[in-house]
C-alpha cells in the first residue's frame, strides 16, 4: 500500500479542518503556509528540524513544528495524523488540536423535535439538525442544510460540509459513483454560484462526462442548480422578508 502525504482536503469535510479552519483561521496560526507542490505531496521535513520533534524558532515570531511553520503564540498542538480513505490507501494530515476542548454547540442539548420546531427561521437549529440525521434522513438533511445556508446568507459551508458527509463515496473499488458524483457536482456548482472557487465544480463535471454522462444530462444537472438558488431565495423571501443572496452568473461560474 502506497502512502502518501496530502491534504486533509482530500479526506472529505471530516478532516478538513485540519488545513483550513485550524491552520488559516484558528487563532495561533500564521497566515502564509509553505506551498503545497502540484502533486498533492506535503512539503518535506526541513533538516534543520530537530530529530528530537522540538521546533525550531525563527526570529519573525513563528517555528517550525514537524515541517510546517506555524506561530509561536498558538494556542493549539500541531500533529501529524494517519487516515484510511474507503479504497484503502492511507493518507497523512496536519492536525491542530486546540489545547482546550471547543465549545459545545449552543443548541448541543436541545433535542430533535425543538430543533424542528425551530429550524423555519434558525440557521443554527437547521444545520444541527441536519447533521443529526445525515445518516437516518439524507433527504431530510440535504433540506435541512441548503435551508440552513439560506438561512445564513448563502453560507457555503453547510453546502461543503453536505456535499462530503452524504455523497462523498465517488468510487467504490474503481467504479465512479455516478449518484453521488452528480449530486456532489449540483452541491459544488450551487457553491460556485454562491461565490466560491468553480475549481471543484469543473473538475466534477469532467469526472461525470469520462463517466458517461451526456450535455443533456448535465443541462439537466444545472438547471436542478438554478432550482435550488430559487428555494433558497424564497426561504429568503419567506422569512426575512428580503433577499440578500447574490451570485454569480452561470457562465461565469
Known amino acids: 500500500m502506497i502512502r502518501n502525504i496530502a491534504i486533509a482536503a482530500v479526506l472529505g469535510a471530516s478532516v478538513a479542518c ?31 528540524t ?15 513544528v514537524l515541517g510546517l511553520r ?9 500533529e501529524l495524523k494517519d487516515y484510511v480513505t474507503t479504497d484503502g490507501e492511507m493518507f497523512s494530515a496536519y492536525s491542530c488540536t486546540p489545547n482546550h476542548p471547543s ?18 427561521s434558525d440557521a443554527d437549529a437547521a444545520a444541527l439538525l441536519g447533521k443529526r440525521l445525515i445518516d437516518k434522513d439524507t433527504p431530510t438533511s ?9 438561512l445564513d446568507g448563502g453560507k ?61 444530462r448535465m443541462a439537466e444537472l444545472d438547471l436542478r442548480v438554478d432550482a435550488l438558488l430559487h428555494s433558497m431565495r424564497n426561504i429568503q423571501q419567506t422569512v426575512l422578508g428580503k433577499v440578500t443572496i447574490t451570485t454569480r452568473e452561470q457562465d461565469d461560474a
Open 156 to 216: 457555503i459551508e453547510h453546502i461543503a460540509w453536505l456535499s462530503d458527509q452524504a455523497f462523498g463515496a465517488v468510487a467504490v473499488n474503481g467504479e465512479p459513483q455516478i449518484a453521488n458524483l452528480q449530486r456532489q457536482y449540483e452541491l459544488a456548482a450551487l457553491a460556485t454560484r454562491l461565490g466560491d472557487s468553480p475549481g471543484k465544480s469543473k473538475y466534477l463535471k469532467q469526472e461525470l462526462f469520462q463517466a458517461g454522462i451526456d450535455e443533456d
Open 18 to 48: 485540519f488545513i483550513h479552519a485550524c491552520f488559516t483561521d484558528a487563532p495561533g496560526f500564521a497566515a502564509t503556509r509553505p506551498a503545497y507542490p502540484a502533486n498533492n505531496a506535503a512539503p518535506q521535513q526541513p533538516a534543520a
Open 70 to 78: 506555524v506561530r509561536r503564540d498558538r494556542r493549539c498542538r500541531v
Open 103 to 120: 465549545p459545545a454547540h449552543i443548541y448541543a442539548d436541545y433535542d430533535n423535535e425543538t430543533l424542528a420546531s425551530m429550524a423555519y
Open 142 to 150: 440535504y433540506q435541512l442544510l441548503i435551508r440552513a445556508s439560506a
Open 50 to 64: 530537530s530529530l528530537t520533534g522540538q521546533s525550531l524558532v525563527a526570529d519573525n515570531g513563528t517555528e517550525v
